[in-house]
């Protein structure tokens, strides 16, 4: 796939949802009017909240999504998922599912999401109630644990999160790496930054990512928050799309 500008690949909440109504609109009019960005949502949300987000002037639709915290990959078009890149993300699940739930069922600090998710398992936290094994065990069992923006906890596949799922999706579509943006503002969003594309940390990050990335070169801190963040880097970069700041 080529001839795109940019490829923008950003989270949702805090970050393309984030800012003030204007900086979101400026941005969100930009995109929709232009046909070299490829538009990438990589968010913890599933399918059904972007679903309803996306049939909701004036947010563009993006072509594909990243869900579940990199444990789902969609067609923005059909909001089907992609087979082909899900294979390796069920493979390394193996139906962890109820596993995790009985492990973790009595867990001081965990509050299991109603939700439930092909792929991962998810809980609201207390940090300091958690106890101090809790990621050792959690990695002995195979998988991955994530605490991000102070009050989630997601267990996930093994070697699976944001970033390389995108990096999967990137390279599955043939795109050039030089051209693709990754906006975040918490720490689910660090292994966004971790694949070494270019990226933005919007001005209202978490401290704790902001200071993960803060030796980083390919990212760049912004000053605007949420959306005029976006628009900040994309100017940053050179790159063509953006709304007014």
Known sequence: MTGWDCVLATDLDGTFLG??????????????????VLLVFVTGRDIAFIAD??????????????????????????????????????????????????????????????TRFRHRVSYDCEPALLAPDLGA?????????????????DVLPRGIAKGPTLTRLVDHLGIDRKRVLVAGDTMND???????????AVGNAEPALALAVSDMPNVYRSRGEGAAGIAEALKHFEFRAGGAT
């Open 19 to 36: 800012g003030d109504a204007a900086s979101r609109e400026s941005l969100y009019r930009s995109l929709s009017e232009r046909d070299d």
């Open 53 to 114: 987000l996306v049939s909701r002037p004036p947010m563009p639709r993006p072509r594909y999504i990243v869900g579940d915290v990199g444990t789902s990959v969609y067609d923005g078009m059909t909001l089907e998922p992609m087979a082909a890149l899900e294979e390796d993300i069920a493979a390394r699940w193996q139906d962890a599912g109820p596993r995790v739930v009985e492990m973790l069922r009595d867990e001081p600090g965990l509050r299991l999401q109603p």
């Open 137 to 153: 065990r959690v990695e002995a069992a195979g998988l991955d644990g994530l605490l991000s923006a102070g009050r989630f906890f």
């Open 190 to 200: 660090l292994s966004l930054f971790e694949t070494g594309f270019k990226g933005v």
